[in-house]
């Protein structure tokens, strides 16, 4: 039952990696390629969610973010490994 729990938790962190970087493109997408054309057309007080510093740096969080959940997920995955994809789950 542990090998099974550790591997849902290694398949659960790659995944939330996975999603973290995804987010973190997508923020820089509009900081480098959307928001500064609309720039001009934003009124003077706009929410700070429409600046491109914001996008570049959650852009940046979402990264440190995905490489926080890098090194739990190889360790299961090495506890996984080490126990065997083979071993009998219904014990």
Same mark, same amino acid.
Do not use: F, Y
């Given at each position: 039952m542990e090998?099974?729990?550790k591997f849902l938790f290694f398949v659960d962190l790659v995944e939330a990696g996975t999603l973290f970087?995804? !987010?973190s493109g997508i923020y820089q997408h509009l900081a480098e390629n959307v928001l500064p054309?609309? *720039?001009?057309?934003l009124p003077p007080d706009r929410c700070p969610e429409a600046t491109t510093s914001l996008a570049?740096?959650?852009s940046i969080i979402c990264l440190a973010? !995905?490489?926080v959940l890098f090194w739990p997920a190889l360790r299961a995955s090495f506890f996984v490994? *080490?126990?065997?994809?083979?071993?009998n789950f219904v014990q």
């Open positions: 090998l099974i729990v970087r995804k !987010a054309p609309l *720039k001009p057309a570049s740096i959650m973010e !995905a490489q490994m *080490k126990k065997g994809w083979n071993h």
